[in-house]
């Protein structure tokens, strides 16, 4: 299994809405990564966990949070977003010691 | 810091043209190279790598040789497809602060007409 999986794939949201993104990856990834693209834009950095633990936070605000309940898992949860955080979120895991990070295919989301 | 400057699109071919894509870089010590393709509405897919000064990363007819030198790692095919139309992300990841850094270019769309 070589594959970052994200769900959902689309998601549309309120102003006042919570919700979550989901990523997981069965490749025995310690490294975990949440990226924002916008359009026509390569993607921006979000946070980095690292063995479960969150060891980057490039400045992002509040109203997005990130968890990683174990090993596999990355979440992104989200609350009272702005028309402006309509993007796509793409995850990506790497291997300890590798350099080279695997994408999931991503999730489109639309604040309303 | 690091950068990655890669040449401004969009970049339209017909079928069967050879295609080059440039990508320079600035870093400091030994980045890894990458080239990342981006079909429409889908994520990021790695396309070949490169680790070490004159390597050569190869997928798909695609190639790009780690050039120190000239601190470059341009994209080339031979003969491109209608499928080869995507956006082409050049990238490096290096150490910063404990962590695989990885900084991408701005992107080239390719547009490749029958």
């Known amino acids: 299994d070589t594959e970052v999986t994200q769900t959902p794939k689309h998601l549309v949201m309120g102003m006042t809405n919570k919700k979550s993104l989901k990523c997981e990856q069965h490749?025995?990834?310690?490294?975990m990564y949440w990226y924002k693209q916008k359009a026509k834009k390569p993607p921006e950095l979000m946070f980095v966990y690292s063995y479960e633990k969150l060891s980057i936070n490039e400045s992002v605000p509040s109203r997005f949070s990130p968890e990683c309940p174990n090993s596999s898992l990355l979440n992104l949860h989200l609350h009272a977003l702005q028309p402006e955080d309509s993007a796509l979120y793409l995850c990506?895991?790497?291997?300890?010691?590798?350099?080279?990070?695997?994408f999931g295919q991503g999730t489109r989301l639309t604040v309303v | 810091g690091n950068s990655v400057t890669q040449m401004e699109g969009p970049v339209t071919l017909s079928e069967e043209a050879f295609l080059t894509i440039n990508c320079t870089y600035t870093a400091t010590g030994y980045p890894s190279l990458f080239w990342y393709v981006q079909y429409p509405g889908e994520g990021l897919q790695l396309l070949l790598k490169?680790?070490?000064?004159?390597d050569k990363g190869s997928n798909k007819g695609f190639e790009a040789t780690y050039r120190k030198e000239t601190t470059s790692f341009h994209l080339e095919k031979g003969s491109v497809q209608v499928s080869d139309s995507a956006v082409y992300f050049c990238a490096l990841s290096a150490p910063s602060g404990g962590y695989q850094k990885v900084t991408f270019g701005t992107g080239t769309k390719l547009q490749v007409i029958p």
């Open positions: 990506a895991s790497r291997q300890t010691g590798d350099t080279e990070a695997f």
């Open positions: 490169a680790t070490k000064a004159d």
């Open positions: 490749m025995g990834h310690r490294a």
